[in-house]
């Protein structure tokens, strides 16, 4: 794709050389004159030999290469690289390997990969890729233009919309972690909801999101979870929450719309995130503890980061203090 072509997709404004096809996409401080790429501030965009740039609108121009101008430099570039790295084309169809009920109902341009199973009643959407060795249970609802990688399950009744990107090792349905402890010993509570994850969900490698007790465990539009996230049974996640990996629900944890969970966060039972709240990377998040939207919050338990910082640089003194007290 040329230049101007790629100018053009993004309905942006640019100058220098237009009418070449670049080898490809580099980072900024890497690119060299055949390739294209990205920079957020007009200073970093001079100091790098890529061919084409794309820069915000107060990007100079640079002598022998080409600028794109756009408000937002990084989106419009995740989006030129899908141009230049289309994924790869698989034929619709049915490997000879795999296994399909024939009371399963298949859109058209379905293709199933190597040695998968699709079970009775399934519904799998137009246009659905499923990698070898995924295993589609009883029942279950696959919106279409998904995409399941290798080794992905889903349980029986999992409900999926349009869309979806489930990555290897991803489980989705399990029974949740429920026990009733009597007489001594622990009974288990039967795992009887199940599991609906909305349209443009993305679900990360070995992330695992359990079926509800009674209802329904929810993921809302555009969700997007890393890898190696736990969510417990009757979670219900909000639409475009963004989730780093390694983070774990407890059952009954509410997170509204847009939230900001980092990395190893740790959220007990029945606790609320409010929508557009930020939590950082290793937070703990007590059980029925309420994150109210705005300042972001730090540490374990998780509180507003000013006043986490304030206890830390105060902590940080306690050993000085010590010295100074021993010495009198």
Known sequence: MRIDEIAAR????FEGPAAWEPTGAAALDQAGPTEIAFANAALAAAESAAGCII????????P???????PQPRAAFARTLRWLYPPAALAPG???TAQVDSRARLGDGVSIGPYSI????AIIGSGTVIGSHCRIGAGVTL??????HGNVTLYPGVRIGARA??????VIGADGFGFVFTQGHYEKFPQVGIVELGDDVEIGANTCIDRAALGVTRIGDGSKLDNMVHIAHNCQIGKHVVIAAQTGFAGGVTVGDYAVIGGQVGVGERARIESRAVI????????????????PVWGTPARPLRQYLTQLASLSRVADLRRKLREK
Do not use: Q
């Not at 820069?55 to 640079?62: I, T, W, Y």
């Not at 022998?64 to 756009?70: E, F, M, S, Y």
């Not at 919106?143 to 399941?148: K, P, Q």
């Not at 950082?280 to 300042?295: D, N, Q, T």
């Open 10 to 13: 993004l309905g942006a404004e």
């Open 55 to 62: 820069g915000p609108p107060d990007c100079p121009a640079l």
């Open 64 to 70: 022998g290469r080409t600028v794109i101008r756009v």
């Open 94 to 96: 049915v490997h000879a």
């Open 118 to 121: 699709v079970e009775a009643d």
């Open 143 to 148: 919106g279409e233009a998904s995409l399941l």
């Open 165 to 170: 990107v489930l990555h290897s090792g991803a």
């Open 280 to 295: 950082g990377s290793g937070a703990g998040i007590l059980s029925a503890k309420i994150v109210r939207a705005g300042e």
